[in-house]
């Protein structure tokens, strides 16, 4: 595919952007950007690059898009049995640690489960034994963001107003690759 001026415009209208907005979140003068555009001038390919990077991110699908919603989480006074029942029960591999002011306070995986592993551990409190918190991100985040994340992390948290409203994880994005999710 050949990037011209043209395509470019399509793309940031697409976008919904304005050349001065492109031209901010791009690092670059709206003059260049119109003139990127008209085809009188044959920009850096670094430039190319960031406009690029900024208007897939605007077009592409959000957290929103494909989180799952109604979070399953434990408390952090929660038995790692009660926490072990509800990863089997909804066949899910990680548990958030939230309390009960809504901060996220770490995560039990089947991981740190094994990981600690004893003939007490079913009655051993999940804050002895999980792990840091998954990262967080707002709900208009792009897909490109998680995907980084969840290189390291079993899970991404979606958030808005500092309020957890979704999850992320691998099995999702799985899914937008199968069309098993319809992806807005």
Request: charged content about 25%; proline content about 5%; glycine content about 6%.
């Amino acid at each position: 595919m050949i990037i011209t001026g043209s395509l470019i415009r399509k793309l940031r209208l697409a976008a919904g952007l304005t050349q001065r907005q492109l031209a901010e979140l791009a690092g670059v003068s709206q003059a260049h950007i119109a003139k990127i555009e008209l085809g009188k001038v044959d920009p850096r390919l670094s430039t190319i690059n960031r406009i690029l990077e900024v208007l897939t991110e605007r077009l592409g699908p959000k957290c929103k898009d494909v989180m799952t919603k109604n979070v399953i989480f434990v408390r952090p006074d929660a038995t790692v049995k009660e926490a072990s029942e509800l990863m089997t029960k909804h066949a899910i591999d990680q548990l958030p640690v939230i309390d009960e002011y809504g901060r996220v306070l770490g995560t039990v995986t089947d991981r740190c489960i094994v990981k600690n592993l004893s003939p007490e551990i079913a009655n051993e409190r999940v804050d002895k034994i999980m792990e840091p918190p998954m990262p967080t991100v707002p709900e208009d985040a792009s897909l490109t963001k998680v995907r980084f994340l969840l290189e390291d992390h079993p899970g991404v948290l979606v958030v808005k107003g500092g309020e957890v409203v979704g999850i992320i994880t691998r099995a999702d994005l799985i899914k937008t690759v199968c069309g098993q999710l319809e992806v807005r």
